[in-house]
């Protein structure tokens, strides 16, 4: 008996396939908003790798990664509003926020820190910034979520320090 060959899988990886597999209504105005947030931290994080402006980053990642199939895993579409909300208004205070994260790392003892810890920071602080409307809680707790994402050691409790001081100086 001849076995018939299995025809070769085609390797997809680093690629979005052609057409997004999940609508962009689908997932509660919650996951969306979370998903906005997590994606306005990959768009900061690609704009300072890439030395990118802020507009067409967001639009390469709604054009390439919303919606679609990543890795095998299909995730919640962002709100593509908020997205643009966050990584825009990040770039025009880029300024402000970087001296306001700056002196608050700089009370919690540390210089510096690395890029993409850095992205979640300033996303955070532009929220805190700019969104009064919504409870600090609300948005430090969604970024703490997106950092452990990334982390298992001490940056979750690096970003909720720092975002938590930033929250008392800007809403106070």
């Known amino acids: 008996?001849?076995?018939?060959?299995?025809?070769?899988?085609?390797?997809?990886?680093g690629r979005a396939p052609e057409k997004p597999v999940v609508k962009k209504n689908e997932g509660s105005a919650k996951a969306q908003k979370i998903a906005a947030r997590l994606a306005a931290v990959q768009v900061l994080y690609q704009m300072r790798l890439?030395?990118?402006d802020a507009k067409s980053a967001v639009r390469e990642f709604i054009d390439c990664r919303v919606g679609f199939n990543l890795d095998g895993d299909l995730f919640v579409p962002a709100d593509q509003e908020m997205l643009e909300k966050i990584v825009m208004g990040v770039s025009e205070r880029w300024t402000d926020i970087d001296m306001i994260v700056s002196k608050a790392l700089a009370d919690g003892k540390k210089s510096e820190v690395e890029t993409l810890l850095e992205s979640i920071l300033r996303a955070g602080t532009y929220e805190l910034l700019a969104c009064s409307d919504v409870d600090a809680g609300i948005i430090i707790n969604d970024y703490l979520n997106v950092t452990t994402g990334f982390y298992e050691g001490n940056e979750p409790k690096i970003v909720n320090a720092i975002l938590d001081k930033i929250a008392k100086s800007v809403r106070d």
């Open 50 to 52: 890439n030395n990118q």
């Open 1 to 13: 008996m001849v076995e018939k060959k299995k025809p070769a899988r085609k390797n997809n990886l």
